[in-house]
């Protein structure tokens, strides 16, 4: 239930790499046999990869994977003294380069999500200066699963000029990805979250973008990224991808989709719960939700009514602190493999920890840092409050997940959940 985090290899794609950590072990600029095999393999494996951007095969720069693309990205076209416009929900990948970019010169604005998770082009639209070089969006988020109108965005870069770059590292494998249809100059993806190696990743980057290289030395990948090529990694990357292909195309998708719901309304039984970034909140006759409602309380999207009761949301210049129905038709979308849920009344760390030792493994969807367990930013982005953000679990399933991966999840979340509410000192009121 952690797929989000990393994937196991398929055999298929264990099958591919095999020779080439063996027999095969040639260096793809050596000009002798062995060589031109390793060579051979890497463009067989570039054709694949163009096939799953809708790229040509020049415009695929094989790394590391997606933190070394998303930095790639970043600090290959920001200069100081450019604006860079991001979100505040992307992946540290992007986060971090972005404040080291802040520190050397480059003013960053960081638009937040609305509070289903969705960023609003319009406010992408707005943070544009012009000297905006670069946009910075996420295809889907890692947390949540929510993904973002990247063609939207795309749009809006085309008409100002502004280059733009996709983290599509959640969302490769799931979604299909079409870099022209994107409108995007720069891609990221990374084989691990797909079946694939882990170390090994992809950058379409569109001709005629002028982009610095991070890594240099020879002149491997048209001198866009240094260092001998990771042969095996990258044949088991475009397998990896081609099997993906077929999964969009097979059906495992709405099966996945079909597990997930199953997965979310059986654990939308246990009382106090609900889903972060699932629904577009839209008030009954009335204006949508204020984009900056940062009560907390994100309502509860679970009732089979189809209305959403938004309890004491309180923000400047929105409705008052009144009880309100929302109308909850309007389904955000989402990967299909993803939920994120709120379980009041207990604390997200330690039903990560007692669903381990029932052998379910999941996601806090919080960052550790100096040993304090921070509260995620993606969720206290949307508006979610500590309390509730610390409470909230991610599931995400593998595309080999069965029915009976999902019935045995059910079993033990509720009682794991009845079990530390007993104990629970947030639960008995007496938490500091
Ligand atoms: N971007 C997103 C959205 C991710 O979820 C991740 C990994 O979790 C990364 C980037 C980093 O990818 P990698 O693990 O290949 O460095």
Redo the contacts with the bound molecule.
Sequence with gaps: MDA???TPLLPEVMESMRPYWMERFGNASSIHLAGQQARAAVDRARDTMAEFFNCHAAEVVFN???????NAALFGLLRPGDHFVTTSI?????LEAARRLADKGVEVTYVAPQPSGLIDPEEIRRALCPETRLISV?????ETGVLQPVEAIGQIARAVGVFFHI????GAGKVSLDVRRFGCHLC?I????MHGP??I?AMFVRRGTPIEPLVVGGSHERRQRAGTENVPGIVGFAKAAELAMESLEDGTIPRLAKLRDRLESGLLQIPGTGVNGSLIPQMLGGPSLPRSCSCGKGGNPRTSTGFLHMDGCASAGGPGPDSRTWESTNPVPRVANTTNIWFDQLEGEALVIALDLKGVAVSGGSACHSGATEPSHVLMAMGLDKTRARASLRFSLLKTATEADVDYVLQVVPEAVEHLRALSPVAAGTAG
Excluded: P, R, Y
């Design positions: 989000n985090a990393t590391s994977g997606g933190t070394e693309g998303d992307e992946h540290s990948a992007i996420m295809l889907a988020n890692n983290d599509a590292v959640q990221s990374s084989a691990h979250k882990k170390g990743g």
